[in-house]
């Protein structure tokens, strides 16, 4: 249930009732004490009117005034978003950003990966590299999960050449750097990733 917030002519009604009673105060509004009881009636309003914004400000989805400081205290936007997305944009990255606070992170993966538009991503087990491998097996040692996390994607990402593409730009184009940029993004510091797709 949301807040009810008191209009001037609620707090102006509230105040003539806590009045004592007796001759001594007129009760018309047009007199002058009236008036000036009318006056602190509007002030309270604009008080209750500020602290219910407050309160607003103090939730992300329903921030304006402050909506600029939640983006800096949570360095949004990212370093992989473009500088110049919509502030709804940044909102709901921001709303991301704290709603998966505390999540694995083969769960960051997970959701980074479906807000690119994979249905698939995982952190693909390693095998450590014994007499029984075959020759095409890599050499995984035990350590190497500690230091290194290989993250699969179901789809081959790959990007030609065409006729509008500028002559500095590479024939051909693989993996999606967004998504790639946010995984190293939200990835242990001491890790390193390696990105496949298609397999």
């Known amino acids: ?13 509230a105040m003539k009732k806590l009045l004592p009673k007796g001759p001594a105060w007129e009760l018309e509004d047009s007199t002058f004490f009236m008036k000036m009881l009318y ?50 944009v940044l909102r709901t990255e921001l709303l991301i ?13 997970y959701l980074i990966g479906q807000s ?39 789809k081959v990402n790959s990007i030609p050449f065409k006729t509008t593409s500028r002559v500095s730009e590479r024939l051909q184009k693989w993996g999606n750097e967004l998504f790639e940029c946010l995984v190293k993004h939200y990835a242990p510091a001491h890790t390193s990733t390696i990105f496949t797709y298609g397999k």
């Open 1 to 13: 249930m949301g807040r009810v917030s008191f209009t001037t002519d609620n707090y102006y009604a």
């Open 39 to 88: 006056l602190a009636a509007l002030e309270f309003a604009r008080l209750d009117a500020d602290i219910s914004k407050m309160i607003d400000e103090s939730d992300p989805q329903s921030a304006s005034v402050t909506l600029l400081d939640w983006f800096h205290q949570w360095g949004i936007p990212e370093e992989c978003r473009a500088e110049d997305d919509d502030l709804e």
């Open 97 to 109: 950003k704290i709603r998966t606070l505390g999540l694995t992170f083969q769960e960051l993966v």
């Open 116 to 154: 690119c538009g994979y249905s698939e991503t995982k952190i693909d087990a390693k095998r450590v590299f014994t007499v029984a491998s075959t020759a095409d097996d890599a050499l995984y040692s035990e350590i190497w999960s500690n230091w290194f996390y290989t993250i699969n994607v179901e």
